[in-house]
């Protein structure tokens, strides 16, 4: 499994929106240029931040983005999930579209890639935005 580039502009545009002191909105430019990301690429990304409820707009001449929650309540795999469109590394079950593999029943590999799965999505739920501050130096 390979993260995106979609992954990495998303976090980093986090961070940003997390380090922000006086809780101001930022612009998607400032944040774009902050952090090296092109402005439209990042602008789609946000339009899912919003979307999932991990972001919060503002209109406005000193309008821009804000998080929604505290660093400490967004997790890694919230993030992730909006940058990559879901978390897995089979796809043996599909709850998406309601479906399994067609060999599901009888796969001796089955509990292995759920087991993998849940360790991946376990983890990435044991890391918050909050966790990346406390390493800010």
């Not at 990559?84 to 599901?104: A, K, L, Q, T, W």
Request: with cysteine.
């Amino acid at each position: 499994m390979k993260i995106s580039i979609n992954a990495d502009y998303i976090l980093r545009a986090m961070y940003e929106l997390a380090t922000v002191s006086d809780k101001q909105p930022i612009s998607i430019s400032k944040i774009a240029n902050e952090k090296h990301i092109p402005r439209k690429y990042l602008e789609k990304l946000f339009v899912n931040l919003k979307k999932y409820g991990i972001v919060k707009s503002t209109l406005g001449k000193n309008g821009g983005y804000i998080l929604a929650e505290k660093p400490e309540n967004i997790t890694m795999k919230q993030i992730i999930k909006v940058a990559e469109g879901r978390i897995s590394i089979h796809n043996c079950r599909d709850p998406r579209v309601g479906m399994s593999c067609e060999f599901f029943e009888n796969c001796v590999f089955k509990d292995f890639w759920t087991e993998f799965n849940n360790h991946i999505n376990n983890f990435l739920d044991s890391y918050t935005l909050a966790s990346f501050l406390k390493n800010d130096s």
